[in-house]
């Protein structure tokens, strides 16, 4: 199978991108979508976390991210790293077209069937699993019924005696955490409202006359509507608003495997307002909503907000 230059340019961004994010779109083919499936107990034997690949021939509109990783990199505009995408991709169609298959190392091969239709098999050596790569598949003890009854009598009263002091420490500690009392510090958290700020009565501020010992001039009361003083108020342009239950795509800047490590990047961006998602053991953090993937992006044509966030791409929330 010929090997294409511009695909081998694609394909060194495509790897490290999977690794560090859930979605990869290559723009007018499709997107790359990571997943991880949790440890699992198969005939005795643990098998350890992995994360996969899939592919959603649907997700064609660019989010900018490849293009972004080239620009970077190489220290071109975006203009032209976006060019060498679109030619990337090109050649990407031609050599599928041409041979009915096309390979990205470590990533997986696209091939057509009988009907036409395109099928992505992920790679066994895939680069979205490094994070777990070298976990063993343990195998766990036999279960004691499974022990032969020669081999265990001499020691049947010390494993009974062991078995008891267990549950009684065990049901000690229990009642120990049920019985003492959790204090929750309420006053630190933040609350989301529903309802916006009530207005209070007037109240009344003096001002002061212009000059002193004129009888003719008086004293104007001026009433000024003012808000309680419990309310809180946000900077309109910057205050996420309360997320409607349609709005199912997130704008994310961030994928993060912690929540204290999305907590400290939007500790280091106070000026924002980010907030975050969990979602599939990942903390994203996410700059915008939106009921749709054009709505939901809308921020990315904001020059100011792309030059903070180039990378930023759109998470369907299952």
Known sequence: MPKFA??????????????????????????????????????????PPCRSIGFNR?????????????????????????SIVREGVDELRNIYD??????????????RDANGSMIFSPASDSIANSPFFGLPVLALAPDESEIPEERTPRFMPLR??????????????LGFVLSTPVLID????????????????GRPVTISAPEAGHPDIQTPTLYIQMPPADAVTHDIDNAPAVRPADHKYFLVVA??????????????????????LERDGRFRVYAATGATIEEAQRLMSDQAFTSLHPDGWVYRAR
């Open 6 to 47: 511009l695909v081998k340019t694609l394909t060194p961004h495509i790897q490290y991108l999977l690794v560090n994010n859930d979605c990869v779109v290559i723009p007018g083919w499709g997107a790359l979508v990571a997943s991880v499936s949790h440890s699992r107990m198969i005939d005795g034997r643990l098998t």
């Open 58 to 82: 649907s997700l064609t509109h660019t989010d900018g991210m490849l293009a972004s990783s080239i620009a970077r990199r190489d220290g071109i505009s975006y203009q032209v790293a976006d």
């Open 98 to 111: 041409v041979n009915g298959e096309v390979s990205i190392d470590r990533v997986g091969t696209f091939t």
């Open 160 to 173: 009974r005696a062991v078995r008891v002091a267990a549950s009684v420490a065990i049901l000690t500690l």
């Open 186 to 201: 309420r006053q630190n958290h933040d609350f989301a409202s529903l309802t916006g700020p009530e207005i209070t009565s």
């Open 255 to 276: 994928s993060h495997a912690s929540r204290r490590q999305a907590e400290a990047y939007i500790a280091a961006r106070s000026t924002e307002r980010l907030e975050i």
